[in-house]
């Protein structure tokens, strides 16, 4: 992500690598590899990660003063961890309330001063930053905040993303996003949120919020269109960044591969799923060709690590399974729909939603026929989270134009056109629901049910 | 975004082969990438090789050691980072840990960059 941090502070410039342009950029990239760290080694230190981010802050700024006139430190990491330390401990000794909290890293100044200096920090044990890192996802992530404020805080923390970017990339006030930030910290600070990695019954619960935001940024990328702002699109990338870091710190739990394996695969199709105009490719009219097999391959690798952890297979594994399937059919009439149904059908089982149901329809009626897929969606007609939503009757129009209900099934196209938001969508399907009334008769394919996998996958 | 970090050797100075300390560097810093999701793919690659070109529709096998060769690649990273700044800052920490020697960082552009 070009602009960043410190381009927010400064203005925003990425140039070569000499003069005041030059070092602005280095400061942006050394933010975005490192303030992760630096933001979890402080709170580790005040227990507290609301403050630790602003310290943080305090040593980025203190980077943009005097890097442009000193010169880049030999081990910048270090260097801003070394700053934010030294701010950690001023603002406790003049924070009196936080008495306790002096003497406790009085203690521990004067064991490190034992130690290396903290200007070699990178020689600190690398084990501890890792468990660093993990804490840090864990309390952005924290089930007490609302979905929003996590992702705002994760982008924030785990991103190094500043809040215009964060605002930009979703399409909100920055005013709106800098108050959500805020009020997610004191909320963490209020609620005693304790700077941890969860362990016991707590932990499942807590990894499943993690994940939940990591999907939720990817989304939110997936959905960007051509035209919209880098930042937006970004976000899959940085989704994906965020949960192969998470893999590997936490590299026991099958859900954290399964979520990283379906990610990469779906951003393996990223070039393939729109058109020149903007239109919505489906799944089984996408050029092949066009996706990207190193990402398939580490999608392929990931589901396998998320098996061999074994245990019944989770949302994200089965998911990712899925995803898997598509990926290895050389061919759209390759698929394999018999496997696809039968995943969602233990997908509905794990974790049962609408949304589901209408995807296992598709593929039943793929696998054993539309009559099987129609008597699936009869079961779900009703159900109001699928109220309003286009991908019902344009799922049923594709049924029912396979079984020759050529009337039907137009009248189920220009349904779903005029319920869809997205201009491109409706034009493909009033087009659909357009040949069907100059044909009359039975047509092949299945754009639509291939658009409610490729949206809802 | 990704680059294509490659290591050149232009055969002027004779390299030391790394020292243990040099290697559990090298180990920790590789490591610690291929973590994070960063390098998506490194190797090393054989002096020479085999040389292949096409000129009017005539295509040359030619097998190495080519004495004339000047530059060639004899190591790569390939990364997956979000800038070029960040591409350069970890090609920093390689150097930092090899020592001598140069190399070449190019962007790689795969599907994603093709518009359309």
Redesign the interface.
Known sequence: ??G?AAGALIGGV?TP?TGRSGVH??I???W??ESARIIGGLARMVNDVGLAEELAQDALVAALEQWPESGVP?NPGAWLMAVGKRRAIDRIRRDQRLDGKLEEIGHRREAEAQGPPPEFAAAED?ERIEDDVLRLIFTACHPVLSAQARVALTLRMLGGLATDEIARAFLVGEATVAQRIVRAKRTLSEAGVPFEVPEGPDRAARLASVLEVLYLIFNEGYAATAGDDWVRT?LC??A??L???L???APREPEVHGLVALMEIQASR???RT??SGEPVPLPEQNRG???Q?LIR?GFAALLRAKELGGPPGPYVLQAAIAACHARARTAADTDWPRIAALYEVLAGVAPSPVVELNRAVAVGMAHGPERGLALLDAIADDPALRGYHLLPGVRGDLLARLGRTADARAEFERAAALTRNEPERRVLLDRAARLHAAGKHEGGGTASDRAREETR | MRFLLMTTDDASAEQAPPDEQQMAEMGAFIEELTKSGVLLATGGLEPGGTRISAADGKITVTDGPFSEAKETVVGFALIDVRTREEAIELSKRFWKIVGDGQGVIQQVFGPEDIPG
């Open positions: 992500m070009r960043g990425t690598e950029a280095r942006d990239a050394v975005r590899l030999d690398p970004d990338q940085e994906l960044r949960g192969r870091i893999a590997g710190l990223s070039r393939a058109g020149p066009r996706w990207d190193l580490r």
